[in-house]
């Protein structure tokens, strides 16, 4: 059963540490996006990798927030120095363009980050 | 740029009700359009996905339209279950390059048995 995986699920962190979360997108697929919800603001992408080169980071606090695809079976978010207003639920999706269905996006579990 | 809106917000229903969940967006100049389900707590799980040439797709009870020139979709829910109570969230994506999505904020809703 192909699906996104990520970790970890809960993060409880305080102010100024360092967070990094994960994703393994489901083999074989070439895009991977990460999206950030609240309830404010609802979902919003961060950033997007196509064949693990980052595409479109723009939704991203350049300052604090990084992403990164060190291999085609892991994508990274890191926040340093976390600040409580990056507390969210952070979700990562892949893609593949190489299929019947590329452009549908399968979705993980999500990342919920509370920064204290 | 791009914005999508679902109304309503949110929707209390009794069981067995036929529903229509709305969504539309500014620019009608999208390559498809995805439907997905998030139950609370959880990820988001992919209903049904409306290439920009399409003007339907139905799975089980569920049937979605696409009116790309009006900028409008909806989403019938037809014989509505408690099981279906949940947040529906609306999302296009802009062109066929990978692109990510924008979503809409959601119709929470609530079925009661």
């Known amino acids: 059963d192909a699906r996104v995986t990520q970790t970890p699920r809960h993060k409880v962190t305080e102010m100024g540490q360092e967070v990094t979360m994960r994703c393994q997108p489901i083999l074989g697929h070439n895009t991977v996006f990460w999206y950030r919800q609240t309830m404010m603001q609802g979902l919003e992408l961060l950033a997007y990798?196509?064949?693990?080169?980052?595409?479109?980071d723009s939704g991203m606090p350049k300052d604090r927030f990084s992403a990164e695809m060190p291999d085609a079976t892991l994508a990274t978010l890191k926040i340093q120095p976390s600040e409580p207003r990056d507390s969210a639920v952070y979700f990562c999706?892949?893609?593949?363009?190489?299929?019947?269905?590329?452009?549908?996006?399968?979705f993980g579990p999500g990342t919920r980050l509370t920064v204290l | 740029k791009q914005e999508v809106t679902q109304i309503p917000a949110a929707l209390s229903v009794p069981e067995g009700e036929n529903l229509v969940l709305n969504c539309s967006f500014t620019?009608?100049?999208?390559?498809?359009l995805q439907w997905f389900r998030q139950d609370p707590g959880k990820g988001l799980t992919s209903l049904l996905l409306i290439q920009s040439s399409q003007r339907e797709q139905t799975s089980g009870r569920l049937n979605a339209s696409l009116d790309k020139s009006s900028g409008r979709s909806t989403l019938y829910i037809a014989a509505s279950q408690p099981g279906d109570s949940a947040t529906y969230l609306c999302?296009?994506?802009?062109?066929?390059?990978?692109?990510?999505?924008?979503f809409g904020k959601g119709t929470t809703l609530s079925v009661s048995s």
């Open positions: 990798f196509r064949n693990r080169a980052p595409l479109d």
């Open positions: 999706a892949s893609g593949s363009e190489r299929t019947p269905s590329y452009n549908e996006q399968f």
């Open positions: 999302a296009v994506r802009l062109d066929q390059a990978g692109t990510a999505l924008i």
């Open positions: 620019d009608s100049a999208i390559y498809n």
